[in-house]
């Protein structure tokens, strides 16, 4: 069974930055995508941002595009994700999945448990 870790969250002021990981412990061949999305209390998930092990260019919701950056590091099997000019709408628990491409929750077969970053005003 794949497992995903996250890690990286924290209480950060608006206009911070923080950097969210997240580890696979293996990557299968159904994991061709690495997205990350969020759920803020009281709110549907949302895509926040996904990049392909294999190459291609990432994208990002509109929310975050121009602030967030989502990487990958193939040999260690991590994804991160780069958050700059944070405000408090980016306050959620934020999640990493790995599956098919696209933006739609249904597309991604695993998930971590989450990590929450909470942005103060």
């Known amino acids: 069974q794949v497992q995903l870790v996250e890690s990286g969250g924290g209480l950060v002021q608006a206009g911070g930055s923080l950097r969210l990981s997240c580890a696979a412990s293996?990557?299968?061949?159904?994991?061709?995508?690495m997205a990350w999305f969020r759920q803020a209390a009281g709110k549907e998930r949302e895509f926040v941002a996904a990049?392909?092990?294999?190459?291609?260019?990432?994208y990002y919701g509109d929310s975050v595009k121009g602030r967030f950056n989502i990487s990958r590091d193939n040999a260690k099997n991590t994804v991160s994700l780069q958050m700059n000019s944070l405000n408090p709408e980016d306050t959620a628990v934020y999640y990493c999945?790995?599956?098919?491409?696209?933006?739609?929750?249904?597309?991604?077969?695993?998930w971590g448990q989450g990590t929450q970053v909470t942005v103060s005003s």
């Open positions: 999945a790995a599956g098919r491409w696209g933006s739609a929750e249904a597309a991604y077969s695993y």
């Open positions: 990049i392909s092990w294999v190459g291609g260019t990432p």
């Open positions: 293996e990557r299968t061949r159904s994991m061709y995508t």
